[in-house]
């Protein structure tokens, strides 16, 4: 039972245009949510965060919106660059819980 | 400052054969984690430790154990190898809730 997904395994977006990852969760116990980074090689490096309480969090050129009625998140990357190319992975866990569960990644593809 | 460190890069056994992999954190973190990653699978919890001396079976820990030696040192071994475990696993710490992962180990069981 995948509690957490990611429906788009790839995405391709032109250098300079927005890049919107989106994600899915079904555990309404979920209240902190995460996205992460991979190169080839590389393990996840931590990108963004948001916490149940909020809608929005931004960071530079990435923000992440949350959704709770819909069970939905999204980032979006604004302008994309090259140095974005990489994997990403959402994360969701609640209170008290150390242990993320993770989505099955987005390769993103950014085209110069 | 090196974070986490994972040894060995690559790997690969034979069926039957066993080996451990070595993880160590110099960030002072509690917690301690292995994650295998699979194409199409995500990043999956095999077993996780709190604290030193405490370990706790994540979501696939069948055909693995575990120890944590220290603070610093959290270590995944197989027993017998299967090629099911063919995967690139992923040692991780924290101390709240974002993790630091290492750069993984890539284990191939012919």
């Known amino acids: 039972d995948q509690q957490v997904k990611q429906n788009s395994p790839s995405l391709s977006v032109q250098e300079g245009r927005i890049s919107i990852l989106n994600c899915d969760y079904t555990?309404?116990?979920?209240?902190?949510f995460l996205w992460y980074k991979k190169y080839p090689a590389e393990g996840p490096t931590f990108l963004i965060s948001?916490?149940?309480?909020?809608d929005k969090n931004e960071d530079g050129r990435f923000t992440v919106f949350l959704n709770k009625s819909a069970k939905h998140l999204s980032l979006h990357i604004v302008p994309s660059q090259p140095g974005d190319s990489a994997v990403y992975f959402c994360?969701?866990?609640?209170?008290?819980?150390?242990?993320?569960?993770f989505g099955t990644g987005t390769r993103l593809t950014i085209i110069p | 400052n090196a974070g986490v460190t994972q040894t060995p890069k690559f790997q690969v056994l034979k069926t039957g054969q066993s080996m451990t992999l070595q993880c160590a954190q110099d960030?002072?973190?509690?917690?301690m984690y292995w994650y295998r990653q699979d194409p199409g699978m995500g990043l999956r919890l095999i077993y996780y430790s709190a604290s030193e001396g405490t370990t706790d079976k994540g979501e696939v820990p069948n055909g693995y154990n575990v120890s944590r030696l220290n603070k610093r040192e959290f270590s995944l071994r197989l027993e017998s190898a299967a090629p099911s475990q063919t995967s690139v696993y992923f040692c991780?710490?924290?101390?709240?809730?974002?993790?630091?992962f290492g750069n993984g180990t890539r284990l191939t069981v012919t």
């Open positions: 555990n309404s116990m979920f209240d902190y």
């Open positions: 991780a710490s924290s101390e709240r809730t974002a993790l630091h």
């Open positions: 960030m002072n973190h509690n917690s």
């Open positions: 948001i916490s149940s309480i909020k």
């Open positions: 994360a969701a866990t609640y209170f008290g819980n150390e242990k993320l569960t």
